[in-house]
């Protein structure tokens, strides 16, 4: 079938990816777009955009109707789903072919089939492939998991029916956890999939995550591309992606691969497909699910086999065969791809979203993004907002150039787990290749301090030098002290805030108080004593050295209004810079500790708190649910509770305030 216009169903930056094969191939493209997405950046790399209206998901890109009424009022031929959203839903794909329109993914009959784990798990099995021990059948009760839980045998993962990516799924180490894990699962499930059936499996303790990625056409071939490893997850959900894998060798990935392509014949499958397995430390391995569509991490397929996977899709669609056979695929180096998030990794990888205000990736590394500064980043939607893969002969060699580049990217305006994923990287047990499981993140980076830290005194000390010489014109006044360098105005006195409301510095107190300015250099006084710090001029947005106390460090900074944003390879840091204005500031940061406030989009689905209840530091207090995650909000202090101000149900946005305490703590 002929494929002349495209509409990408999706947003971001695999629309981006998409509509670069798509154009190379003659092929016209159409974007949509939500309310929250108007000004993304997606809309410009495609020929033609339409509006799907509505904010959240909901009413925007799980719209059939909408998506539908897109492609029409455009004149697309085909649709290509990207990942996400609507890519297995078996219902699109069949409204898609019974509107006259090409699906770019597989028939909505092999959708189906692997849609259902349950199901799934039974097929697979009946078919002698490999599943883990488990219970699928349809008794939901709580006495039947209780009972099958027992006979599997502790501890056991709780996994949604109708779906996967992480979400329902819960780790149970002993019967006692069984029904709460039970109840948020379900839960969590009926959000994402509008369906609550649950399975058990026996909990592989530390297997690692491996996955075949499959192709097929229309005239009967199947071939498998190899395996990705994907074992390095935080909340059951990929970071690290890698091929090949260290845990496998020749022989065991023909296996692994015929093992792929049989399940991909057993359901007839077309298209862009991944199998994915839990290897454990033997060499066993177990069929987990079939994803069919297009993986988020793709690339790193691209890259050792020098193939377009995109392309190969488009092909399929258009009724062409394979280009290959099996024994033509050629695997080259090795290539690794980590997940930019929009996140915070030390409160639990908790999403956010913003306004880019500088953004700039280094040469030498493919990077797949949909960014700019000034373009927003919604929190309505999933947090990865790019992918950074590199490629290289040895998986040593990879590691250093992917490490190397994470340093040089800068993503600032919104918290991001950039700096996390170089430390992850350079960990010596995932250089090494071994001890590499689903628990190597809990692991190795369970504490907030491992996964984000603090700035420093140096850090703390650019951070008052650039609030001084580099501070926005705007917020200049024209008193009788200037800066020495620049000959401009020097703001009134700021106070720095990083993050947690305890965490403060103060600079420019005055001529003679904590920052002494000279052409190229200054004294900056903190708790610890004097650091000196020499800085070219600092200019935003531009990479720039300063010597602090004889220490190199690399850094780059832009303003948010009165936010400085510090980058530095160790990290990137908001500052809340604000003037110091008699014992308001103070005040507030004291009213700020008084409160819980929400820190994105959600909905609440779970109130522990209580009116005049006294709670620990580290109790359980909202629960929201954002981007179909459930996202627990816990006491940062004790105290007992004044005030709580939202209730199951409610709709809530950032900085909007949850939960009170009392004027004194427990």
Request: glycine letters at 10%; hydrophobic letters at 45%.
């Amino acid at each position: 079938m002929p494929v002349h216009r495209l509409l990408i169903a999706n947003r971001g930056e695999i629309v981006a990816r998409v509509a670069g094969t798509a154009q190379r191939m003659g092929i016209a493209t159409v974007a949509v777009y939500s309310d929250a997405d108007r000004n993304s950046v997606h809309l410009a790399m495609c020929d033609d955009a339409v509006s799907l209206g509505g904010l959240a998901a909901a009413d925007s890109y799980l719209r059939i109707d909408k998506l539908l009424e897109a492609a029409r009022s455009s004149g697309a031929d085909a649709i290509h789903p990207g990942y996400g959203f609507l890519s297995e839903n078996a219902a699109f794909a069949s409204a898609v072919t019974a509107a006259g329109l090409v699906f770019v993914g597989p028939p909505a009959a092999a959708i189906e089939a692997m849609g259902d784990k349950a199901r799934a798990r039974q097929r697979m099995a009946a078919a002698g492939i490999p599943v883990v021990p488990g219970y699928d059948g349809d008794a939901q009760d709580p006495a039947t998991f209780e009972h099958e839980a027992h006979r599997i045998g502790y501890p056991v993962m709780v996994k949604a029916a109708a779906g996967g990516g992480g979400r329902g799924m819960r780790l149970v180490q002993s019967a006692a956890e069984l029904h709460g894990a039970l109840r948020s699962a379900a839960a969590e499930a009926t959000k994402s999939f509008g369906d609550g059936r649950l399975i058990l499996e026996r909990a592989l303790l530390q297997p690692r995550h491996v996955e075949i990625q499959v192709f097929a056409d229309t005239h009967g071939n199947v071939l498998h591309l190899g395996e990705r490893d994907c074992s390095v997850q935080r909340r059951h959900q990929k970071v690290v992606e890698e091929s090949p894998s260290p845990a496998v060798n020749d022989e065991l990935r023909v296996r692994m691969g015929a093992t792929a392509v049989a399940v991909a014949r057993e359901i007839g499958y077309v298209g862009a497909g991944t199998v994915e397995f839990l290897l454990d430390r033997a060499g066993h391995f177990y069929f987990m699910e079939m994803n069919t569509r297009l993986q988020v991490e793709h690339p790193v397929t691209e890259c050792v086999t020098g193939l377009d996977l995109v392309e190969w899709q488009l092909r399929v669609a258009r009724g062409e065969a394979l280009p290959l056979r099996q024994d033509e695929v050629r695997l080259q180096g090795h290539a690794i791809e980590v997940r930019l998030c929009a996140e915070s990794p030390a409160d639990d990888f908790l999403p956010g979203g913003g306004t880019i205000v500088d953004w700039s990736v280094p040469t030498g590394v493919r990077c797949d993004h949909a960014l700019r500064a000034g373009a927003g980043v919604p929190a309505w939607y999933d947090s990865m907002v790019a992918k950074l893969i590199a490629h290289a002969p040895t998986r040593e060699q990879c590691i250093d150039q992917l490490a190397a580049a994470l340093d040089r990217t800068v993503l600032l305006g919104v918290q991001t787990n950039r700096a996390f994923l170089g430390r992850l990287l350079r960990h010596q047990n995932f250089r090494a290749g071994h001890d590499v499981s689903t628990a190597f993140i809990d692991r190795h980076f369970g504490a907030a301090e491992a996964r984000q830290p603090q700035p420093d005194a140096k850090l703390w000390a650019l951070a008052a030098w650039i609030s001084v010489a580099g501070a926005p014109e705007a917020e200049c006044t024209p008193p009788a002290w200037r800066n020495w360098s620049t000959g401009r105005p020097l703001p009134q006195p700021w106070r720095l805030r990083w993050q947690a409301p305890a965490a403060f510095a103060d600079a420019a107190r005055d001529l003679h108080g904590r920052v002494y300015l000279t052409p190229c250099s200054a004294q900056v006084e903190h708790a610890a004593g004097q650091l000196q710090l020499q800085a070219a001029p600092v200019t935003a947005g531009v990479h720039a050295k300063a010597i602090i106390d004889g220490e190199h460090v690399d850094y780059r900074y832009a303003w948010s209004g009165s936010t400085l944003w510090l980058h530095t390879p160790q990290g990137d840091h908001a500052f809340d810079c604000r003037r110091r204005e008699s014992a308001r500031s103070s005040e507030a940061d004291g009213a700020a500790a008084m409160e819980v406030r929400a820190a994105i989009n959600g909905r609440v689905v779970d109130v522990d708190a209580t009116l005049g209840v006294t709670v620990a530091k580290g109790d359980r207090l909202v629960v929201l649910e954002a981007m179909k995650m459930e996202h627990e909000i816990r006491a940062a202090r004790a105290g007992r509770i004044a005030d709580v101000g939202i209730k199951v149900g409610d709709q809530v946005v950032p900085g909007q305030v949850l939960v009170r305490y009392e004027g004194e703590t427990a």
